[in-house]
């Protein structure tokens, strides 16, 4: 095979302006950039386990420790009466959250990684956070399914209503994508910004049923908390693998989620996409 089969056609000619021009020679270009973009994703998931003797086992081994830390925090705030299965509510709702705050992170620290790289390479910078989200995606995926193997050993097998978790999966990943997209852009401007949004989504993660469930919200804060994105993700992770059931949120809400989420996603592309054009004046 020629090199030239292998690498993809120069970037096509953009508008100045947002456009549904630019807009259509960007999604060319990032089909046409496939192959990079799965590279950087395998690259990511390859560097993060090199050098440790565990490797990719530290996928599951982190949030098993987290859960351990919060399982004995709340045995003595629950005195006794935590939530059945408490430790595999935790461990759902820290793989969800994780897989989240990991993509936002990441998306933002290897687009001013590859800032440089940027000026002498032609490919479509909105590949970045594309290629960040999918590897962790992958991922994600990958300790969902360790953890319906947990939830075995705690004697909960899974049932077939457990699918119903792929549409909450993919609602979550939407909008990461989408997140990373508008967090990425502004952090090439405000550096500041990945840690600001550390505390901030820890907040979000907090008060959204990250450490109880929704059922044990008091009825006057159950709103507020169902209008927090994480809690469907949370509750749509937790119930259909646990329960073998349909999570217990109104349908109102998840259809919100489900919209805020496309949203979120289109949003967040168009912004990044309308910022890009001032990353080449930043002093590395």
Known sequence: MSVAETTPAPLRTRDANLSYGRVSADLSDLVRFRHLIWYIAMSSLAVESRGTKLGRLWWIIEPLLLMGVYTMLFTVIFHGHRPPHYPLLILAAILAFEFFSRAVAFSMSMLKTAQSAMVHIAFPRTAVPLAVTLSEAIRFVISMAAFVGIAALFGVSPKPAAALVVPFMVILILFTLGTSYFFAAQGIFFRDLTKITEYLF??????????????YVPAAARTIVLYNPFTTFFEGMRAP????????????VVSSMTGLSVLVLVGGYLYFLRREGSFGKLVI
């Open 241 to 252: 693998i646990m329960y073998g059931t349909a999570p217990d949120l109104p349908v109102a």
């Open 202 to 215: 820890w907040i979000l993660f907090q008060l959204g049923c990250g450490i109880i469930p929704l059922a």
